[in-house]
């Protein structure tokens, strides 16, 4: 019976992974997005497991500070500016840190993690198509601006954020055989400069980077074509970009040297004034837009912008310890995977590519976010514990490289 509910909760957890790029599609009235009532199954079927099942595997140290990290936001109900608030960021929290652990526990070998990888990729496709095809078939949308174009109810930084953030793993499957998956490179490179985001831009180009050091580390096979493929795919796309959303790309340096990265210098300088008020327990968890808004030049109340300012100025310097000993945790976990790994390559990617994105934007309490920190932790797990059996592709790849002239 637990082999069962184990079964089952690997699939929930897939849908869960699965829809959640699309989550605000698919409403069922009276239970919400089809993506929550997922998540319902895949927690009913965790609390199932462990009845049946009755043991785990041993919780790493990220786990234990996570916990800290959940119980201080909660706490902060006691000081906070809106205790109702610190309550609900506390609770989003722990649903996401459930999550993050059920892929921890649950795809902890190589073929369930890679089927986990494949469903936020999967995932990512059917929202990108679907801008794509609404971008060529609807040119009247009044959705479509001069300078950006996205999917109506969603953001166009998180929508390419996501998009992004499934490169380095569609890279990842398709140097270990799934090659259709190379489909996804210029389906989320296109929706990416749609969107006309600025922060996905900047994290488009450091994966694309990132990848042709990937060809070249693990010597993939026709990676002199496949390196030819993407620039010509890149230059198709550009071409293909609307002038808006090009004009608009162009002022990237304009920003980070002389502008106010669309206003938010001014919103962490409101920030950073309202940490200095309570440097160490902070104004609360979920209370950065009305704390902030005091010490704002404007009078209006935005969000951070930023995942570390706004982790810093809710939770003071002892809840931006515990975020940053997570984020710490996670990198060395990445650096201890085997060098000749390619999830060493997936997960330094990742976390680095967090890392860059969080600087413009708060990530840490997006669902993807805690999704990408379970890949790691699991990644990391299954390298320390069947080191042969995660490398198991390479192995055939260098007996390959034997028989062939390296380029």
């Not at 239970?31 to 595997?57: A, D, P, Q």
């Not at 930023?306 to 997570?326: D, H, I, Q, R, W």
Request: proline letters at 3%.
């Amino acid at each position: 019976m637990s082999i069962l509910f184990q079964k089952l909760t690997y699939f929930s957890l897939w849908l869960t992974i699965f829809t959640m790029p699309f989550q605000k599609h698919f409403i069922i009235p009276g239970l919400g997005s089809i993506n929550k009532v997922f998540g319902i199954v895949l927690v009913s079927s965790i609390i199932l497991t462990i009845l049946f099942k009755g043991e785990f595997k041993k919780l790493p140290v990220f786990y234990v500070v996570l916990f800290l990290f959940i119980l201080l936001n909660l706490c902060s109900y006691y000081w906070g500016e809106l205790p109702q608030d610190a309550v609900n960021k506390s609770i989003l929290y722990l649903q996401l840190s459930v999550i993050s652990w059920a892929i921890y526990e649950f795809a902890c070998k190589q073929d369930k993690l890679n089927g986990l990888l494949k469903a936020f990729v999967l995932g990512c496709s059917v929202i990108a198509l679907q801008s794509i095809y609404q971008f060529i078939t609807v040119g009247s949308n009044p959705l479509i601006s001069s300078s950006r174009f996205f999917i109506e109810g969603y953001n166009p930084n998180q929508l390419g954020i996501i998009w992004g953030l499934g490169l380095p793993m569609a890279m990842y499957l398709i140097i270990n055989g799934s090659k259709l998956f190379m489909l996804y490179v210029p389906i989320a490179s296109f929706s990416i400069l749609l969107t006309g985001s600025r922060t996905a831009l900047i994290l488009l180009v450091f994966i694309f980077i990132c990848s042709i050091w990937l060809l070249f580390k693990y010597k993939v096979r026709f990676r002199k074509t496949f390196m030819i493929s993407l620039l010509g795919i890149g230059a198709y796309v550009l071409y293909q970009l609307p002038k808006g959303q090009l004009e608009r790309l162009y002022t990237i340096k304009d920003q980070l040297t002389s502008g106010t990265l669309n206003g938010r210098t001014g919103i962490w300088s409101s920030g950073v004034e309202t940490f200095t008020q309570n440097p160490i327990l902070g104004v609360g968890s979920g209370s950065f837009l009305e704390a902030s808004v005091a010490n704002s030049d404007t009078g209006v109340a935005y969000s951070a912008h930023n995942a570390y300012l706004s982790v810093l100025v809710e939770n003071g310097m002892l809840g931006f310890s515990f975020f940053v000993t997570m984020l710490a945790i996670l990198f060395v976990s990445s650096l201890k995977i085997s060098k000749n790994n390619p999830y060493r390559w997936l997960c330094l990617t990742l976390v680095t590519a967090w890392m860059i994105l969080s600087i413009a934007s708060h990530a840490e309490a997006q669902k993807y976010t805690w999704i990408i920190f379970g890949f790691i932790l699991s990644a990391y797990y299954i390298n320390k514990n069947n080191p042969i059996e995660s490398m198991k592709p390479l192995v055939n790849k260098k007996r390959i490289l034997k028989k062939r002239i390296v380029w």
